[in-house]
């Protein structure tokens, strides 16, 4: 039987086993008990959970369609195949339950500015359009390189009334945009709201996002008994800091399904060629959780690598390290050219163009399609769509 903990309900001190916790410096800790107090009253507020649903139904999009993929099946002599549609919500991928649910939070603190940082654009995205519906202010901090590999999305956030702050520190990816939006969060939490869009960070910041993006594993499990009448074999879904995962995952963890949380292999097995956490098993404290982080020799924290920028991040969330300990979870990765091959052949076959982060979770479906039967069932939580990666498609020539 599996703990609480690894239910997606953190201890007090927000623990998942030795995992998680507050890791923060003395100016943040009146900002996070206050986000702590008020977060603790929402999530058993029946006033707030209803309207986060009105806003999830008539806003977002939800739910989400269900979508079986025969034709890709077929190519890859694979297994039936479902995707759990989150590329179809509102602003295009699952970050939107996420930022709605922490804007709305922020609105009843009395919050006028929301910060946030994002890595593929989509959370930033996503946070723009929380803030413009909620009508509040909006900065977002973004590497300069993925701005320029995630373009399109630096476009509709500016569009939707939000400032887009270029962060060249470091490796000028998510690492560097967190770091920048932890510091204006120091200067400005009296009126500021640090909207931090993955399932880690210090408590309470996963087991609120988890529970924000829960409503995927419980919207699937209805789907999975409307259209398969059963659970399915397996769930698969891409691992960043891990919110759509953990999202999906939630449903199915005290189920007998096989759940596989796909890294990013990036281009090669050396440190710095790859954002593969689970490949190195070191553990350290990054953001304020202790988890598994890629570090080199002297502890210092490894440069990544990825196609994606939004798998780009050298630590992964708390509760994802716990379900590794207990053995819950598998993690495995999958390389960029793999993730190419897997966006290339779903849009071929079916006419979806997945973002290159999903495309992961796909091409290792691709590979362990052989282990399952033609009548069993794997469901791949298609977190995000691709159009915020057609510039990198052009640029290796994927697309001519």
């Known amino acids: 039987m599996q703990s609480k903990r690894a239910e997606g309900k953190a201890s007090l001190n927000g623990r998942y086993g030795e995992f998680g916790g507050m890791y923060i410096p003395e100016i943040l800790m009146e900002a996070v008990n206050e986000l702590i107090q008020f977060w603790n009253q929402a ?17 977002a999009g939800r739910p989400t369609a269900f979508t079986e993929i025969p034709s890709f099946a077929k190519k890859i002599n694979g297994p039936r195949i479902f995707l759990k549609r989150e590329d179809l919500l509102h602003t295009g991928a699952h970050k939107l339950n996420n930022a709605l649910g922490q804007c709305l939070l922020a609105k009843k603190m009395g919050k006028t500015r929301i910060i946030a940082e994002t890595g593929a654009g989509q959370h930033g995205v996503a946070t723009a359009a929380a803030c413009a519906h909620l009508g509040l202010n909006c ?39 967190v770091n920048e939006a932890l510091r204006d969060w120091s200067e400005s939490f009296d009126t500021t709201h640090y909207c931090l869009g993955s399932a880690l960070g210090p408590h309470p910041f996963p087991e609120m996002v988890a529970q924000f993006q829960s409503i995927i594993g419980s919207e699937c499990v209805q789907q999975c008994q ?17 919110s759509n995962a953990i999202g999906i995952f939630s449903g199915f963890l005290h189920q007998p399904v096989r759940l596989i949380g796909v890294e990013a292999g990036g281009h090669g097995n050396k440190l710095g060629e790859h954002a593969a956490r689970f ?3 070191a553990k350290g404290v990054l953001h304020g959780c202790y988890t598994y982080v890629l570090q080199d020799e002297n502890g210092q924290i490894a440069a990544t690598a ?20 207990e053995k819950r979870v598998e993690y495995v990765s999958a390389k960029d050219d793999e993730a190419l091959q897997a966006l290339m052949l779903l849009a071929k076959t079916e006419g979806i163009i997945c973002a290159l982060e999903s495309a992961h979770a796909l091409a290792h479906v691709i590979k362990i399609a052989a282990e399952f039967s033609k009548d069993q069932c794997i469901v791949v939580n298609l977190s995000g769509r691709g159009d915020k990666d057609l510039p990198q498609l052009m640029e290796r020539e994927v697309i001519k």
Do not use: W
Request: hydrophobic share 40%; aromatic share 8%; proline share 5%.
């Open 43 to 59: 999530k058993i507020n029946e006033d707030f959970k209803n309207e986060f649903s009105r806003l999830l139904k008539t806003y």
């Open 139 to 177: 900065v977002i901090y973004m590497g300069e390189t993925d701005m320029k590999r995630q373009a399109p999305n630096v476009l509709r956030m500016r569009l939707m009334g939000a400032s887009v702050i270029p962060v060249s520190q470091g490796s000028a990816t998510l690492k560097d945009a």
């Open 226 to 242: 409307e259209y398969l009448g059963k659970q399915p074999d397996a769930v698969v879904a891409c691992v960043g800091g891990g």
């Open 279 to 281: 490949n190195l098993l």
């Open 306 to 325: 990825s196609i994606s920028a939004g798998l780009d991040y050298p630590a992964v969330g708390p509760q994802h390290a716990q379900l590794f300990h």
